[in-house]
């Protein structure tokens, strides 16, 4: 026996990203009609061409019996008349037989619309449910490749010359799918010089890409063609742009062959001159992953996510006369918080709401019993107690303070009881612009504070296991300590996932909860484990604390929240953007 050692298996070094073109099943199709519109015309004959890696499998023709005159000028266009289509088969006979024979290929049509909204009209008249058919424009795909001096127009005889059909077209089904047939294999052959192997790839091809950065397409080469994270960088290493998705290689290959509309984006592709990946476990993982470098990293084709430290709350202060604060920072000073907002003006907007239903004090100097201060213009309105006046003490100020608390931690409702009321003292004066600044200074609050209770609920689970089942029958398995994602990997189809548990549990980050409601991640990352918390098939393994919500919290509150929402998308048009000032002054933030 030979002791020369087995050829280990390995794929291939060309591109075999997404579904090969040599693989993809095309069913070439062209139609015959009594008119332009399938609302008041008729199909006279369907033709079709089944081929599959240059190799043609079947040809499909049938004559339809319109059930109504063929107009004079198409008969003599298409050469069929009245009396070819009398014995011939009705829409409702021919049209199940083409299903039945395409079923499972991707339609190809040139000016594909046409044709592929005949057949879907028809489909509907007759109660027949529609394939799930991936479509392909000849007419659109050549416009992509050929340049105009190529082709000055993408007719379909013209095409043909281009590419020697071997049959010429005649307004009849049949030819004029062969005819079509040759143009697809003419322009893949052009598409395969240019690296585009995929149906993927042909989806999204566009002759705009540069050949300079299609040449730059072997940089996907060897990256995981799994989940995980992607990493553009310079000449010198710098990062440039981080994403993820759940093929990093077949994504990465699309930012080569594929048009980018997004200018930045396109000068980024244009710069890079490597790609590095991070496999990760599952999507969750290469989501979270993808947020921490963005975070870390700051790259500058990035735009979200890249300062989460900058991110603002409102705090109600630690003084003898406490306020609400606008401040960037988190303290461990036992102070109660709502955020994190996203602009100082939102922040704003959330701290009128509050001060509409709670008297707090709105100026910004120390206040003590001993230290005192000329009242202000709210004092004489009777919002505010006046603690500046000297005669209010720490102790008949401490209500106020306790009504705060309890709207920004548990229980929103006399916020949005005090926005109702205002909204419609001044719906009945007709003052609706004032109204609706007050109906958004509600929602700005609620909606952050939802929010910030569902991120508190899972901040506050000690140590918490999912696992979510696979599309191939396994499990994504995640380990999330204090709101942070401390650990993931996947139990393979046909293993029990308790082992994987187990070790995950054993070898997960050790995480240390800081202070806040978000004490040790960020806003965002929590916000991505629980949307995969929620996802249908996802179940709770174990739980060490507890996760559960206010019981009169903003959550509650969804139904007006979304009716507020589709008032607001149904008045877009007159929308008046520019809002209410906060109420008495802006404030400060707080550095």
């Known amino acids: 026996m030979s002791s020369e050692p087995l050829p280990v298996p390995r794929q291939g070094t060309f591109d075999e990203l997404g579904t090969p073109l040599a693989e993809v099943t095309f069913v070439v199709v062209d139609l015959e009609t009594t008119g332009g519109s399938p609302n008041s015309s008729a199909i006279t004959e369907i033709g ?4 599959r890696g240059g190799e043609i499998l079947g040809e499909f023709q049938t004559l339809v019996n319109p059930r109504m005159d063929i107009p004079p000028f198409i008969a003599v266009l298409t050469g069929i008349t009245d009396a070819m289509v009398a014995s011939a088969p009705a829409i409702s006979g021919a049209l199940p037989q083409f299903l039945e024979w395409s079923r499972g290929a991707v339609l190809v049509a040139h000016n594909a619309p046409f044709d592929v909204g005949f057949l879907r009209a028809n489909c509907l008249a007759l109660g027949l449910a529609w394939p799930s058919y991936e479509s392909l424009d000849t007419a659109r795909l050549a416009r992509r490749v050929l340049t105009r001096d190529e082709a000055p127009d993408c007719k379909l005889s013209s095409l043909a010359r281009i590419f020697r059909a071997t049959t010429q077209p005649c307004h009849r089904a049949l030819a004029d799918a062969r005819a079509t047939t040759d143009v697809l294999h003419g322009l893949l052959e052009r598409l395969g010089n240019l690296g585009v192997r995929s149906l993927e790839e042909l989806h999204t091809f566009s002759g705009m890409v540069p050949a300079s950065v299609r040449r730059k397409r072997h940089l996907a080469e060897g990256l995981p063609e799994g ?11 710098r990062p440039l742009y981080i994403g993820r998705s759940r093929n990093v290689r077949s994504r990465v290959r699309q930012y080569f062959v594929a048009s980018e509309p997004r200018a930045r984006m396109a000068e980024m592709v244009g710069i890079a001159e490597r790609v590095d990946a991070i496999a990760c476990a599952h999507p969750l993982e290469a989501e979270v992953r993808e947020l921490r470098l963005i975070a870390e990293h700051k790259p500058r084709y990035n735009r979200r996510s890249r300062f989460p430290e900058k991110a603002l709350w409102l705090k109600l202060t630690i003084e003898p006369y ?7 920072k988190v303290a461990d000073d036992g102070a109660s918080y709502l955020g994190p907002f996203g602009s100082a003006r939102t922040a704003q907007a959330a701290m009128a709401a509050i001060h509409e239903a709670v008297p707090l004090r709105q ?26 006046s000297g005669e209010v003490s720490p102790d008949d100020y401490a209500p106020i303070v306790a009504a705060a608390q309890t709207v920004l931690e548990s229980d929103p409702r006399p916020v949005l009881d005090a926005a109702r009321r205002r909204m419609a003292a001044l719906s009945a004066q007709e003052r609706y612009e004032e109204a609706s600044s007050h109906r958004d200074r509600a929602t700005a609050f609620l909606r952050t504070a939802a929010r910030l209770q569902r991120l508190a609920a899972l901040a506050s689970c000690e140590e918490l296991v999912a696992a979510q089942r696979r599309f191939d029958g396994g499990w994504d398995l995640a380990v999330v300590r204090h709101g942070r994602l401390a650990g993931a990997t996947v139990a393979p189809v046909g293993a029990h996932p308790g082992p994987f548990i187990e070790a995950l549990m054993a070898t997960a980050e050790t995480v240390v909860a800081g202070p806040g409601p978000t004490p040790a991640a960020t806003a965002e990352e929590m916000d991505s484990i629980l949307r995969w918390l929620g996802e249908d ?23 007006w929240l979304d009716s507020v929402g589709a008032g607001r998308e149904a008045a877009r048009p007159f929308d008046d953007r520019r809002g209410l000032r906060p109420v008495h002054q802006p404030h400060r933030v707080a550095r």
């Not at 989940?227 to 010198?236: E, H, L, Q, T």
């Not at 406490?322 to 960037?328: D, E, G, I, S």
């Not at 100026?363 to 500046?388: H, Y």
């Not at 098939?537 to 139904?559: D, N, Q």
């Open 363 to 388: 100026c910004v100097q120390r206040l003590s019993p001993k230290k005192t201060a000329p009242t202000c213009v709210l004092a004489d309105m009777g919002r505010c107690p006046a603690p500046c």
């Open 322 to 328: 406490p306020r609400l604060a606008v401040v960037r």
């Open 227 to 237: 989940p995980g994270v992607y990493i553009f960088r310079d000449s010198r290493g």
């Open 537 to 559: 098939g996802t179940r709770l393994v174990s739980l060490t604390g507890e996760w559960v919500s206010p019981a009169r919290g903003a959550g509650g509150m969804t139904s």
């Open 48 to 51: 079709a061409v089944k081929v």
